[in-house]
C-alpha cells in the first residue's frame, strides 16, 4: 500500500472519530440530579402571612405540614417541593427536589403557596388569601452538599404583598357587595403584569379581604351592591406595604351622584323642561356637547336615548310658577338632581339654599319610571321649606322613591311629595327631627297599600298614615 494511500485512510478514520466525538456531545443531555433539601425556615415577622388569623389589629401565621415551597436555582425551577414537617412559626422544610447541580454556596429562591404569582380570582376571605395569595419568598444559601443531602441556612420568608381587609358602608348602613374593583397605577395583577383587580365574593358581604401588592397611590375602589354601581377615591395617596395589614372602613358612594339628572327614554318620543327658574338650563344627549336649552321640548328623543340636564338656578319655583319636566313616551329617570343648581362640585353639593327649590318638579308625569339598577338621588341634608312639595306628586309610574338623607326637616319641605304614587312601594328616610310646620302633609297618600318604609335607628317620632308612615307598611328592624 502507497504511503498516500496510508495518510488517506489515516485522515478519513479521524474525521470519522472526531465527528462520532461532537455528535455525541452534542446529543448528551444536561446533567438532572435529585437532591433531598433541609432548611429551617421562619414565616417571618410582618404582619401578614400565610394560615392566617385576625385578632382585629394584626395578622399571626404559621406553617402547616400540608403546605408546599417551592425551589429556584437562577431562572430555572426546580421539580418538587419542600414540606413544613411540624405546624408552627418556624419549621424545618424538607423535601425531594430535581434540577441543576448544587453546591455549596450557592443561593435558592424559596417561595410558597405557587411557582407563579397571580393576584387574580380572588374571593375576598381569609381563608382565600392563605391558601392561594399570601406569597412569601426567602433566598437560601447552601451550606452542605452531601451525596445528595443538602443544608442551607436558616432563612426567614418576607411577604410579598400588603394584605387590606376593606369594611364597606353606605354612610350610614353596611354595604354587602356581589364584587369589588381595585384600581390603582402599578397595581401587580401577576409577578409581571399590572392591571386593576376585581374580587368576587361568594355571596354578597360588606367584609372583603384583599392581597394586593405594589400599590401607591390614589385608589379607587367600585363596587356592585344590589345591581347599582359604587364608588370611592382616596383623596391622597396611599401606600400599602408589603407585609403589612390595613384595616379600612370606606362610605362608599353611589356612583349616580356623578351622573346629572338624565331621563333614558324607554320608547320613541319627546321630552320637555319648562324652566321658570332665574338661571339657564342646559342639556346633551347620551355623551354629547352641552347645548343650551332655548327651547323646551327637545323632540325626537328615540328609545334609548340619554337627556341629561345641568343648571344654574338656585330655585325652580322662585315665584308662583313652578318649572316642570315632562315626556311623551315612557323613561327612565335617574341621577344626582343637585346637577340643577351647578355642574361644577355637584357631585358633593348637599345644601339646598333658596326656599321652594325643585317643588313640583315633576307633578303629573306619568311617564317616568325608576330604573332597575341606577338610582334618582336627592342628596341634599341641608333642606329648605317646601324645596320638595309637590315633587312628584301623581307619578303613578315610580316603585320605589330616592333616599331621604335630611335629619332635619323644615316647614312644608315634604308636603305631598308622593302624593297619589299609587305603585309607589319603598321610601327610605333617615329623618329624626320631623316638627316643622306641614312638613309631612299628605305626602304618602295614595301610595301602595303594602309596601316597605326604613327610618333613622331609634327613631320613635312617626305616626302612621298619610301625614307619616303609610299605614299597612312593613318598618325592618
Request: glycine share 8%.
Given at each position: ?13 479521524l ?14 443531555p ?26 382585629g ?14 425551589v429556584?436555582?437562577?431562572g ?18 424538607s ?12 443561593d ?8 407563579a404569582i397571580d ?8 381563608a ?11 433566598t ?12 442551607a441556612?436558616?432563612v ?20 354587602p ?10 397595581l401587580k ?18 367584609e372583603?379581604?384583599a392581597?394586593l ?21 382616596t ?39 319648562f ?10 344627549r ?20 340619554k337627556?341629561?340636564f345641568?343648571g344654574?338656578g ?5 315665584g ?11 323613561c ?6 343637585m ?23 315633576f ?8 330604573h ?8 341634599a341634608?341641608?333642606l329648605?321649606q ?8 301623581g ?16 316647614g312644608?319641605?315634604y ?16 329623618a329624626t ?25 331609634g327613631?320613635?317620632d312617626w ?10 307598611w312593613?318598618?325592618?328592624?
Open positions: 500500500m502507497g504511503i498516500n494511500r496510508i495518510f488517506q485512510q489515516l485522515f478519513l478514520l474525521t470519522g472519530f472526531l465527528l462520532m466525538a461532537c455528535s455525541a456531545s452534542d446529543e448528551t444536561s446533567p438532572i440530579h435529585r437532591y433531598t433539601l433541609k432548611v429551617e425556615a421562619t414565616k417571618g415577622s410582618e404582619e401578614t402571612m400565610r394560615t392566617l388569623t385576625d385578632d389589629s394584626s395578622l399571626t401565621a404559621s406553617w402547616l405540614t400540608t403546605e408546599n415551597v417551592y429556584k436555582k437562577g430555572a425551577w426546580c421539580s418538587g417541593s419542600l414540606q413544613p414537617q411540624s405546624d408552627g412559626v418556624t419549621a424545618k422544610l423535601g425531594d427536589i430535581t434540577g441543576q447541580i448544587i453546591n455549596i454556596g450557592d435558592l429562591t424559596l417561595q410558597f403557596p405557587r411557582q393576584y387574580t380570582g380572588q374571593l375576598g376571605t381569609l382565600d388569601i392563605a391558601a392561594n395569595f399570601d406569597y412569601a419568598t426567602a437560601a444559601k447552601v451550606t452542605s452538599v452531601v451525596g445528595n443531602q443538602i443544608s441556612d436558616a426567614t420568608f418576607a411577604n410579598q404583598q400588603a394584605i387590606v381587609k376593606f369594611t364597606l358602608t353606605d354612610g350610614t348602613d353596611a354595604l357587595v356581589t364584587s369589588l374593583t381595585i384600581s390603582t397605577a402599578g395583577t401577576t409577578d409581571t403584569t399590572t392591571g386593576d383587580i376585581t374580587i368576587t365574593p361568594a355571596s354578597a358581604t360588606n372583603i379581604w392581597a401588592s405594589g400599590v401607591n397611590g390614589k385608589i379607587t375602589l367600585t363596587a356592585i351592591s344590589g345591581g347599582k354601581t359604587y364608588t370611592y377615591t383623596a391622597a395617596s396611599k401606600t400599602f406595604a408589603n407585609g403589612k395589614y390595613y384595616a379600612i372602613t370606606v362610605k362608599m358612594k353611589n356612583a349616580m351622584l356623578s351622573q346629572p339628572l338624565t331621563l333614558e327614554a324607554i320608547e320613541d318620543g319627546n321630552i320637555s323642561f324652566n321658570k327658574s332665574n338661571g339657564t338650563v342646559y342639556f346633551k347620551n355623551d354629547g356637547e352641552w347645548i343650551k336649552l332655548t327651547e323646551a321640548t327637545i323632540n325626537s328623543v328615540n328609545a334609548g336615548t337627556i341629561s345641568y344654574t338656585i330655585s325652580y319655583s322662585p308662583s310658577e313652578d318649572s316642570y319636566i315632562s315626556c311623551t313616551g315612557q327612565y329617570v335617574y341621577g344626582n338632581i346637577s340643577l343648581l351647578g355642574l361644577e362640585g355637584f357631585s358633593t353639593n348637599t345644601i339646598l339654599t333658596a326656599d321652594d327649590t325643585f317643588r313640583a318638579l307633578k303629573d308625569n306619568t311617564h317616568i319610571q325608576n332597575p339598577t341606577k338610582d334618582l338621588l336627592l342628596p341634608t341641608t329648605t317646601y324645596c320638595y312639595s309637590s315633587m312628584f306628586k307619578c303613578t309610574g315610580l316603585t320605589r322613591a330616592p333616599v331621604l338623607p335630611a335629619q332635619k326637616l323644615r312644608g319641605c308636603q305631598y311629595m308622593f302624593n297619589g304614587c299609587t305603585k309607589l312601594a319603598y321610601i327610605k328616610c333617615l327631627n320631623i316638627t316643622a310646620t306641614e312638613c309631612l302633609n299628605n305626602w304618602v297618600e295614595g301610595v301602595k297599600s303594602s309596601g316597605t318604609f326604613v327610618k333613622a335607628s327613631m320613635t305616626g302612621t298614615g298619610s301625614n307619616g308612615i303609610p299605614s299597612g312593613t318598618i325592618p328592624e
